[in-house]
């Protein structure tokens, strides 16, 4: 077990109908052709695969796909949709759950490697996937850039999403690269508010640098989102891709 949050029955059974945006094709279809191209004629292995928001239109696509999950509750979701034989999922964390087999492709997306609360842990999450991909293979990152530049001298929350049915935003501790990310969301039309919250570390992308090469990776190739548009400083999330040399 890891330091990961563990997802409850009732967050995992309204957890799609809470990401109906991310889900859609429009939002998808770009993270989709991205992880087929670089899976290749070969496997590929989801770490964190959730209720496969990602992981069952990849196998649709005919990408073979196996995944790991920490939450029973996440991937009974899962299980509702695909059979097990059509995409296996092993109950475990992502920093050292080994499955069988090689991978031309490990992917970890929507920011979930921040869900590893400590260093350590994260840099065990690269040598877990490292252990995995086969020669040549990747290992794919999605993760938001923090967004530190938004903090005035003693302020410590951003927001992130001001609208009529969620107010969310985070707040950080800036010495142990710590943030809560805060939720208050109107399920109703009485004006209540369910509120949630969740911890996780933040990392720059240097420092994902660093943990690749630990891992005997190596960074490949970084843009800003799954169409491929530049990184730079502005750039408020990113994915990256490391390569297991041959």
């Known amino acids: 077990m890891t330091s990961s949050e563990l997802w ?3 967050t995992a059974d309204r957890y799609d109908a809470e990401e109906t945006e991310t889900s859609s094709a429009a939002v998808l ?4 052709a991205f992880l087929t191209e670089l899976a290749g004629d070969g496997r590929a292995l989801e770490f964190a695969i959730g209720t496969g928001r990602v992981g069952v239109p990849l196998r649709e696509r005919g990408v073979p796909v196996v995944g790991i999950e920490l939450s029973e509750h996440m991937a009974a979701v899962l299980r509702r949709k695909v059979d097990r ?3 296996p999922v092993t109950i475990g964390d992502m920093a050292t759950t080994v499955v069988p087999g090689a991978f031309s492709l490990v992917y970890l997306v929507y920011n979930t490697i921040t869900n590893l609360l400590t260093q350590d842990e994260q840099v065990e999450c690269f040598r877990n996937a490292a252990r995995h991909l086969e020669p040549g293979g990747r290992f794919v990152i999605e993760l938001g850039v923090p967004p530190l530049r938004f903090l005035p001298p003693g302020q410590v929350a951003v927001p ?3 609208s009529e049915h969620h107010l969310g935003f985070d707040t ?3 010495v142990e690269q710590i943030l809560v990310s805060h939720h208050f969301t109107r399920d109703g039309d009485d004006g209540r508010y369910r509120r949630e919250n969740s911890r996780h570390r933040y990392a720059w992308p240097a420092e994902l640098d660093l943990m690749a090469r630990i891992a005997g990776l190596e960074l490949e190739r970084r843009v800003a ?4 548009a530049p990184f730079t400083q502005d750039s408020t999330k990113h994915v990256s891709v490391w390569r297991k040399p041959t």
């Open 8 to 10: 409850t029955r009732e």
């Open 29 to 32: 279809g770009p993270t989709l």
């Open 85 to 87: 034989s059509t995409l």
């Open 160 to 162: 992130f999403d001001v």
């Open 172 to 174: 950080f501790d800036l």
């Open 225 to 228: 989102d799954w169409d491929g």
